[in-house]
């Protein structure tokens, strides 16, 4: 969510994957408890005006002296009334070591393993309905060491929580992991004990047939996040495939740098379209993105039954949205196909442990003005910008 603060900043705009990390890292490295809450706290808004009740966030980057910026931005989703389930990301591959980081944004590897476990304890509450979960997430194969994934997976077996990476997100990430560990993604995923329901993967998009099977055997998770693959050119993620092959696939905005719009109705018609273009007409309809944005997501953060759907036991979040004026008029047939074929469109109302985020298509909070102005300053600070 800090990617808020780097929002469509111009010398990445048309940059892919490794050169759009290796252009922001310097940026990112500035990040302190201060422009963490603030952005985790206007990410979380944004997400609730676009129906969202439940987030997760990949902070991976911790620069020395930036402070306690997981705490910060769960401070944020308790002020804002936003059911959090964020992760203690981390990376401990710098440049130095042929990793794709800068020296100032990594971490020892027993300070990541402490810190996440302390993580865990501070802050992750196990009990059903629970407000804020944490997870614990190396960032990426080519940003930390296979040690790291290994031990990390054997520390959220042991402390009972979930595991988040990156993966397979386009061909420059096959072609690391080919040269770097001599196997494709999935085989390394296997190697470091991460093909698990215990994990979900970001992105996803360069599995072959055979590899979807096996990620579709261990039931892991994958959030898709089509816009920012599309501005990344990163590629199509075989959604359909990976679904019918019993994979949990949930939806993503992805970091604000990349899709640069927190939307999740947006990647929900995304998510069908692309689901359209890469499989047929009728392969991606507007009830499998529904599924997706909802129970899927579930999934990925092991919460079916709880959050993304309306049933008995579940906790009760709603998104309310109207189907009515002129972008809906003629659209009486089927409501869930008008809902993501017309707009665009925000939710009506935003419901969250019985409390209201958003009513009548306005966030409810009397703090937006004033993040907002904070928001700006400090992206002004990051990027090095003056007016």
């Known amino acids: 969510m800090y990617q808020n603060l780097t929002r469509a900043f111009p010398p ?7 050169g759009w990390l290796k252009t922001l890292y310097p940026l990112w490295s500035t990040l302190d408890e201060e422009s963490a809450h603030v952005s985790a706290w206007v990410g979380l808004a944004e997400l609730a005006l676009s129906g969202c009740t439940t987030s997760t966030d990949h902070l991976y980057v911790h620069p020395q002296g930036g402070g306690d910026l997981l705490s910060a931005e769960i401070a944020a989703a308790v002020d804002l009334g936003m059911r959090f389930h964020p992760t203690r990301g981390s990376m401990s591959l710098s440049e130095k070591d042929g990793g794709l980081p800068p020296d100032n944004v990594v971490q020892d590897h027993d300070v990541i393993l402490a810190e996440s476990q302390l993580a865990v304890e501070k802050h992750h509450d196990a009990k059903h309905g629970a407000m804020v979960r944490i997870a614990l997430a190396p960032c990426s194969p080519f940003s930390v060491t296979k040690q790291l994934m290994i031990e990390s997976a054997q520390l959220a077996e042991k402390l009972d929580v979930r595991l988040h990476t990156h993966f397979a997100e386009n061909s420059e990430d096959d072609d690391y992991s080919l040269a770097t560990f001599g196997c494709r993604p999935t085989d390394y995923l296997e190697e470091v004990g991460w093909c698990t329901d215990r994990a979900w993967v970001a992105h996803c998009v360069m599995p072959n ?9 261990a039931h892991i998770g994958v959030a898709h996040c089509p816009s920012s693959n599309m501005i990344l050119a990163s590629g199509i993620s075989p959604v359909v495939s990976l ?14 740098s990349s899709a640069d719009s927190a939307s999740m109705w947006l990647e929900a018609r995304q998510a069908m379209l692309l689901a359209k273009l ?3 007409a009728a392969a991606g309809t507007a009830r499998m993105s529904l599924e997706i944005a909802t129970r899927g997501g579930a999934g990925c953060l092991g919460r079916i039954g709880e959050i993304g759907e309306i049933s008995v036991g579940a906790v009760g979040d709603l998104a309310v949205w109207s189907l009515t ?3 809906f008029a003629g ?6 196909e008008a809902w993501l074929r017309c707009g665009p469109t925000g939710a009506k109302h935003t419901i969250v442990q019985g409390r209201s985020i958003v009513d009548n298509g306005l966030l409810v909070s009397t703090k937006v003005d004033a993040m907002l102005a904070q928001h700006r300053v400090l992206a002004q600070r990051m990027q090095r910008l003056v007016n």
């Open 209 to 217: 047939e055979d590899e979807v099977q096996r990620l579709g055997k």
């Open 325 to 327: 004026g002129p972008s």
């Open 278 to 280: 890469r499989d047929g």
């Open 12 to 18: 990445m705009t048309n940059a892919a994957l490794f």
């Open 243 to 256: 679904r019918a092959a019993g994979v949990h696939v949930g939806l993503g905005v992805d970091g604000s």
């Open 331 to 336: 659209a009486i047939a089927d409501p869930i």
